[in-house]
């Protein structure tokens, strides 16, 4: 207790050159909960977002299917059994049959991934209730013709869809535009139809927007000729844990790896600048203890006298050191809460539209107690050790000498 009282009694008469190193290691505090706080907002919409756009509460694969290969696509397609029926009629699934195309906008060629979505599912954000149209012409158009629903399904004049908006900026259309659209069944055939785009979605995930095009889960299986089959089924409940049938289940940890891969990588360049900053901080205090240490030598040389051990004096000026930290979180929560309440309730704006990554434009951080009390535990420990370093020196020195003021 005596060497808090007199560490702190030290610290606030050296005046100016305490709080020149209280507010350059204050800095440090902030600048790292600001980074990683940042970090954790994104990391949570980005999931978040994810989530609702793309993965809901898991997603059961047809085992041949791989994301990252377009070749198997071709054959990753399955027929959905009673129990899948029963659950996509309940809510609880959303089936997505995927199949690869080519579209022919204003004469040029590109290749896009076509998926067919329930235009009656919840699950999703994608705004598939726009599809409704589609299915409903056709089935009007069953009940006037009497023909069977493929046929009527090919008898509309153009079939509608929906893109996201770096697929609209990359095929150069925007909404209430038609282009052509080419595929190849399950048997090989090749046909082709005409669409409109009756709407262009904004979504942070550009996974479930580059390069895709969505239609009717109907009307693409028809297409297909693939009737009651489907790719994948995204889960919207939490009791849908494991395989189900032929259906292989991914969790949210196997679905958010790339996420985490991203974040953990930020997490490691950003710790470049933040070890640099604190080390500068902590530098200016390895620098003062050492000339405290040599300009009080006859302090020293009287704690000794006047019975102190040497442990005893050793543990006064390492305190004094700590104690900048301590100062520094103090003065570090006089502008930084107030900072990080109006970045959480406010956000961090880049202005840049597309990130190229599940990122949104404007991110909100996050600061848990978790991270405060680490980041502050962790920098109070850094200036404490780099304190004690020079203070090992004082256990050396003879106490009569330093009463007399000579350097060892």
């Known amino acids: 207790m005596i060497a808090l009282k007199l560490a702190f009694r030290n610290l606030l008469g050296a005046g100016l050159r305490t709080w020149l190193n209280v507010t350059v290691l204050s800095f440090a505090f902030v600048v790292i909960i600001f980074y990683n706080g940042m970090l954790n907002g994104w990391d949570r919409q980005g999931k978040r977002d994810t989530q609702a756009w793309e993965v809901g509460q898991g997603q059961l694969w047809h085992p041949t299917y791989d994301k990252y290969d377009v070749f198997s696509i071709q054959d990753a397609h ?22 690869q195309g080519t579209a022919y906008p204003e004469g040029r060629m590109q290749g896009v991934l076509l998926k ?34 493929v046929d009527v399904h090919y008898a509309i004049d ?70 009651g089959e489907a790719t994948i089924l995204v889960s919207g409940t939490e009791e849908i844990n494991g395989n189900l049938g032929n259906w292989v289940f991914k969790d949210l940890d196997f679905l958010f790896t790339e996420l985490d891969e991203i974040i953990l990588s930020k997490r490691a360049g950003s710790m470049i600048m933040q070890s ?15 000339l405290s240490i040599f300009r009080r030598q006859k302090e020293i040389g009287t704690y000794i006298a006047l019975g102190m051990t040497r442990a005893q004096v050793v543990g006064i000026f390492t305190v004094e050191g700590g104690a900048h930290s301590i100062l520094a979180a103090l003065v570090g929560a006089v502008y930084g809460i107030p900072l990080f309440m109006w ?15 599940t990122m949104a434009e404007t991110i909100f951080p996050y600061y848990s107690l978790g991270l405060i009390a680490f980041t502050t535990l962790f920098v109070i420990a850094a200036a404490t ?5 020079p203070a090992r020196r004082i256990s050396k020195m003879n106490p009569t000498d330093a009463l007399r003021g000579k350097v060892n």
């Open 78 to 99: 399955g027929l959905m059994e009673t129990r899948e029926k029963q659950l996509a009629v309940e809510g609880k699934l959303t089936p997505i049959l995927i199949a």
């Open 116 to 149: 067919g979505i329930d235009p009656e599912q919840k699950i999703l954000k994608i705004p598939s209730h726009l599809l409704k149209q589609t299915a409903t012409a056709a089935d009007d158009a069953t009940a006037t013709d009497g023909a069977t629903e």
């Open 158 to 227: 153009v079939h509608h869809a929906i893109i996201g908006k770096r697929m609209a900026k990359s095929l150069k259309v925007g909404e209430g535009d038609q282009m052509l659209i080419r595929w190849r069944d399950k048997n090989g055939t090749f046909d082709a139809l005409e669409v409109k785009i009756v709407a262009v979605f904004k979504s942070d995930v550009p996974s479930i927007d580059n390069g895709q095009m969505y239609l009717s889960l109907q009307t693409l299986q028809q297409m297909m000729d693939m009737p």
């Open 276 to 290: 640099t900053l604190l080390l500068i901080a902590l530098l200016a205090i390895f620098d003062t203890q050492i």
């Open 343 to 357: 970045l959480a309730a406010k956000g961090i704006t880049f202005g840049v539209d597309d990130m190229g990554i």
């Open 385 to 389: 050790i780099v304190s004690y370093i």
